[in-house]
């Protein structure tokens, strides 16, 4: 199972994009890039998943790169509740493996 | 529609005492996950359930813990006797349908005294 390399943490002001790095060097060809995140106290929530496309919904921008090996998660105008551990992790549904994720610090 | 449903949400129990926790999943959802995540760490796979039966238990400490998912629905894992280290937050995801996205419970935050 491919690795992710995180940020410990970030900061970043409330209303301006949080862009969020993901290094994913060893990934497998049909490997999936998944992002979760925990608020505290609350079990992960699903944000946004991609293979090779990028993809954006209502919550997020996921960009992947053409090698697939880093990808960045985006939060347009970040918000005071967008403060929390954002994991990244690569693999399939049936296999999610979490690394200690990046500590996002939204601030007035 | 109900998301992943776990009770209780705090247990605090002394060491050689046995717990469990129950969860119930997204309605539809075929695949059931237990994890336990450690104090600063990330969730880490316990056990995943396939309808009734457990598909990938290679990470679960056999000597103590076990876990049920008689009707392919709700589920239960247990601890019998709980350990000091046994301390953490026990989470249950789902998954199913379209995407086939795991989906988290709010957790189980256990505390072995």
């Known amino acids: 199972d491919a690795k992710t390399t995180q940020p410990p943490s970030m900061d970043c002001a409330e209303g301006r994009a949080a862009n969020l790095p993901c290094n994913h060097s060893?990934?497998?060809?049909?490997?999936?890039v998944y992002w979760y995140r925990q608020i505290h106290s609350q079990g992960p929530q699903y944000i946004i998943h991609g293979l090779k496309n990028n993809e954006t919904n209502e919550m997020a921008s996921l960009i992947i790169t053409e090698d697939r090996k880093s990808s960045t998660l985006i939060l347009p105008h970040a918000t005071l509740r967008d403060t929390a551990v954002y994991y990244c992790?690569?693999?399939?549904?049936?296999?999610?493996?979490f690394g200690t994720g990046t500590r996002l610090q939204v601030f007035p | 529609e109900a998301g992943v449903v776990q009770s209780p949400r705090y247990k605090i129990i002394e060491k050689k005492q046995p717990v469990a926790f129950w969860c119930n999943p997204i309605?539809?959802?075929?695949?059931l996950y237990w994890y336990r995540q450690n104090l600063g760490q990330g969730p880490e796979l316990l056990i995943r359930?396939?309808?009734?039966?457990?598909?990938?238990d290679s990470q679960l400490p056999k000597d103590r813990f076990s876990a049920e998912r008689l009707k392919g629905v709700d589920s239960t894992l247990k601890i019998q006797p709980a350990e000091l280290g046994d301390s953490a937050v026990y989470l249950c995801a789902s998954s199913g349908g379209s995407g086939n996205i795991q989906y988290f419970g709010a957790g189980t935050r256990l505390s072995v005294l």
């Open positions: 992790i690569v693999g399939n549904t049936d296999k999610l493996i």
């Open positions: 359930y396939e309808n009734e039966e457990a598909v990938d």
């Open positions: 309605s539809g959802h075929n695949t």
């Open positions: 060893t990934i497998s060809g049909n490997e999936y």
